[in-house]
């Protein structure tokens, strides 16, 4: 099974958005088929085959999400990060910003979905291939 050292060695490649649908053939190599990861900290809950799962611990010191989304400037400075405009420090403030607490990425459907502090779903997204 895969380890958060491969993911994080994974993860170093990614520079911007427009590296993310490259990190996520990576991972899925690896053996990923799911991940969590909370935008407060960075904090990510990877999940494999037959109920294999490993944790990154925090990344960083802890941001304050906004209580009520911003859905519209999200998904316009998503775009911006997904067209390699912003590195993922970057993204992870803005997401904090604009009341995004996580992110869910299905590898087997290849989506990634954003959810506010109530568990709402924000934006699913298909994940380029």
């Keep these: 099974m895969f380890t958060v050292e491969q993911i994080k060695a ?4 990614v520079k911007s958005g427009a590296d993310f649908p490259a990190y996520i053939r990576e991972i ?3 053996g990923v088929t799911f991940y969590e990861t909370s935008v407060s900290d960075g904090q990510t809950d990877f ?12 990344k960083y010191t802890e941001l304050t999400i906004a209580e ?3 859905t519209e400037q999200f998904k316009v400075d998503l775009k911006g990060h997904q067209q390699g405009k912003t590195d993922y420090l970057t993204f992870i403030a803005m997401c904090a910003a604009f009341g995004i607490e996580k992110w869910a990425v299905c590898i087997d459907k290849m989506t990634c979905t954003y959810y506010d502090k109530a568990g709402n779903e924000i934006l699913i997204e298909k994940i380029p291939q």
């Design 10 to 13: 994974a993860h170093s490649k």
């Design 68 to 70: 009520t989304a911003n």
């Design 28 to 30: 899925k190599q690896l």
């Design 47 to 58: 999940s494999g085959a037959n109920n294999y799962k490993t944790t990154a611990p925090a």
